[in-house]
């Protein structure tokens, strides 16, 4: 992602009490949840696992491929500087939330959280929301009950925390992207503010978990121009790269009205779905890697080389190596997330019944040529 003018910064750091108070419209009530939620009164999971995808199979397969299946986690991750001065790119990998914070619950299940951090101005930001943004989610009363508020709750207050954190034209005026996967019994939860991107496979298809937030998006562009902001040379403000993203409260117009959230917005996009055992694994990446993977050609790369070799971290070192190889020059990071312990299965083609048929007239065509 790209920053432009980063050497000036504003003196007038702007508070973000406001935000942290719960009051603040940045957080609305409506934040974009993509997928139906629909309950199951024959499940007897976790509180997320009755919540299902809309799907084109009728709701007896749905159930049959979902209700006995629970995902066996196994994760790997690899970055690289690519072509920049700087490593700004940050990720997490933690397989027991409440485990890693010594924070109890209720149920035995455990949150494995995951993560994609694409700084820009620097690293501050990114390992600012790296080390703090587990443990907010962690620390609210909701988790893990109302997972979809908590995380959409949690993203505001750290980036809150970090303008906090922050003094007049110090280093640590930068900001970042910021894409988590979370993983509770059945149900994955993925929040995304920026334009790195976390792709699913489900049967080696191809289904797009987050949307990018660019100037380019025409959704984002109006709500960036309904914030009193604008675009300029497909730049935010003639600024910014992306239209979300935590920390940049030094960039002048981004942030600036405590009645509402300014036209750059830490608010996350949601997309929740109940996992069945088609879906094989999770690709979340930064925006350097999709600059060279289409979201299918990435999952087809990632199924090769697990049928190969089923090492998730090796996985992940190729998927890199391989967009470095096809020309990537910003700094590239990748976490895939797979939910079964045996590589994805050959896709066999189902063959197609096709019903012959004859007219009459060529029946009766037929038995003339046969009768001579």
Known sequence: MCVQDLESTDDNLQKSSSLSSGTNNQ????????????????????????????????SDE?????????????????????????????HVCISDLAKDFDSETVYDEAVSFYGVFDGHGG????????????????????????????????????????AKSC???????????ALTAMIFGRSLLVANAGDSRAVLSRRGMALEMSKDHRPSCRFERMRVESLGGFVEDGYLNGQLGVTRALGDWHLEGMKYDEKRGGPLSAEPELKLLTLTKEDEFLIIGSDGIWDFFSNQNAVDFVR??????????????????EAIK???MDNVTVVIVSFHLDPPPAIVPQKMKVRRSISAEGLQNLRLLLEG
């Open 27 to 58: 957080l609305t009530t409506n934040y974009t949840i993509l997928n139906a939620q629909m309950e199951d009164p024959n499940s007897n999971s976790s509180p997320l696992g009755s919540i299902n995808e809309e799907t084109t199979v009728t």
């Open 62 to 90: 749905n159930t049959n491929l979902s209700s006995d299946f629970l995902p066996i986690l196994r994760s790997g991750e690899w970055s690289d500087i690519g072509g920049r001065d700087y490593m700004e790119d940050t």
């Open 123 to 162: 690293k501050a930001a990114a390992q600012f929301v790296r080390d703090h943004l587990p443990r907010v989610i962690v620390e609210d009363a909701d988790f893990p009950l109302e997972l979809e508020k908590v995380v959409a709750r949690s993203f505001i207050k750290t980036d809150s925390a970090f």
């Open 167 to 177: 003094t007049v034209g110090s280093s640590v005026s930068s900001g970042t992207t």
């Open 304 to 321: 090769k080389r697990l049928q190969k070799h089923n090492d998730m971290k090796l996985c992940c070192k190729e998927v890199v190596e």
């Open 326 to 328: 096809r020309g990537a």
